[in-house]
């Protein structure tokens, strides 16, 4: 008899618990330094999301390890709900990259929804003598491993984005990591490096600047802001695709309403004009979405990746 109290208490209590979601505040785990990319996306998003739940929604930064540490943390959190990660693109690579994860981006998280693509563009120094992509294909080929490309370290989505390129033209170039996107960028300016498959964002006012010389976004879509750049694929390299992305993702068991309840209010937040023309002046090209569709996006992701890292014969770190 008791048993069927407790059932017939736990579905009374149920209703109620959604129809309170949330109660208190949501943290926010962004893996990564203030100011970086992701943590810039989630403030654009952040206040208007915070009118729409009716509750604070506080960043967290949690950076190291290329975002393996905050990643850990949101894995390692309560699933109730209030706290949910923003995953990257980074993850998805280490998920295949880094030998003994403490976490699995498939198993360990719920998808909630998936807030962007971060558009990439291919882009040189100008001493290279190349204006188009089917030119530097040429070069690279007539050169074996002497171009030079910048990452922003082994493993980044630069450092993936020209493995793929490299697999799908069968060129070989030298690859050279750095600590961040802001050194490499400096010392493509500086003619240390050849080139690089970069992020819109970080190179768009360089390239403004004419210290850079843009080749074709990498993204499937063009890029607004420049919109007579063709994309690779347009290029000459049918198929190529690479953006990065940002998902926000709840710990693996998070309450369906509550995923629901944070999909809804984000989706309402992403669909706003102003939000969007923010998002898209930092070449982000707004996603949303369902629960589903982000958890198919995330896990196609993460099986390119490996597919890339397996066939470039890059070993786990």
């Known amino acids: 008899m008791r048993y069927v109290i407790a059932l017939i208490s736990l579905l009374l209590c149920a209703p109620i618990w959604a129809q309170s979601f949330p109660d208190h505040a949501i943290r926010v785990?962004?893996?990564?330094?203030?100011?970086?990319?992701?943590?810039?996306?989630?403030?654009?998003?952040?206040?208007?999301?915070?009118?729409?739940?009716?509750?604070?929604?506080?960043?967290?930064?949690?950076?190291?390890?290329?975002?393996?540490?905050?990643?850990?943390?949101?894995?390692?959190?309560?699933?109730?709900?209030?706290?949910?990660?923003?995953?990257?693109?980074a993850q998805a690579i280490n998920n295949t990259l880094t030998r003994d994860l403490s976490w699995d981006l498939r198993k360990d998280f719920t998808p909630v929804i998936s807030l962007v693509q971060n558009q990439s563009v291919l882009a040189t120094h100008p001493s290279v003598p190349v204006s188009s992509v089917q030119e530097l294909i040429a070069l690279a080929k007539s050169k074996p491993g002497q171009?030079?490309?910048?990452?922003?370290?082994?493993?980044?989505?630069?450092?993936?984005?020209?493995?793929?390129?490299?697999?799908?033209?069968?060129?070989?170039?030298?690859?050279?990591?750095?600590?961040?996107?802001?050194?490499?960028?400096?010392?493509?300016?500086?003619?240390?490096?050849?080139?690089?498959?970069?992020?819109?964002?970080?190179?768009?006012?360089?390239?403004?600047?004419?210290?850079?010389?843009?080749?074709?976004?990498?993204?499937?879509?063009?890029?607004?802001?420049?919109?007579?750049?063709?994309?690779?694929?347009?290029?000459?390299?049918?198929?190529?695709?690479?953006?990065?992305?940002?998902?926000?993702?709840?710990?693996?068991?998070?309450?369906?309403?509550?995923?629901?309840?944070?999909?809804?209010?984000?989706?309402?937040?992403l669909e706003m004009p102003k939000i969007q023309k923010r998002l898209q002046d930092l070449a982000c090209i707004p996603l949303g979405g369902t629960s589903a569709q982000s958890a198919s996006f995330i896990n196609a992701e993460i099986d390119k990746w490996e597919d890339v890292i397996k066939k470039a014969g890059i070993e786990p770190k």
């Not at 992701?38 to 390890?65: S, Y």
């Open 29 to 89: 785990i962004v893996p990564f330094a203030p100011g970086g990319g992701a943590d810039v996306v989630m403030r654009i998003i952040q206040p208007e999301l915070m009118k729409e739940l009716g509750q604070p929604v506080v960043i967290e930064n949690r950076p190291g390890a290329g975002g393996n540490i905050g990643t850990e943390a949101a894995a390692r959190a309560k699933a109730d709900g209030y706290t949910v990660l923003v995953a990257t693109a």
């Open 147 to 269: 171009l030079s490309f910048a990452s922003y370290g082994s493993g980044s989505t630069a450092h993936m984005n020209a493995e793929l390129f490299m697999l799908m033209t069968g060129v070989s170039m030298l690859h050279v990591p750095y600590k961040g996107a802001g050194p490499a960028i400096n010392d493509l300016i500086g003619g240390q490096v050849d080139l690089i498959f970069g992020d819109i964002a970080a190179l768009l006012p360089h390239v403004k600047a004419g210290s850079v010389r843009p080749l074709a976004i990498g993204s499937k879509q063009r890029f607004a802001g420049l919109p007579e750049l063709k994309t690779i694929a347009e290029a000459g390299v049918p198929g190529y695709e690479t953006a990065g992305f940002l998902a926000l993702l709840a710990p693996a068991g998070a309450p369906a309403e509550a995923v629901k309840k944070m999909n809804a209010a984000t989706q309402k937040v």
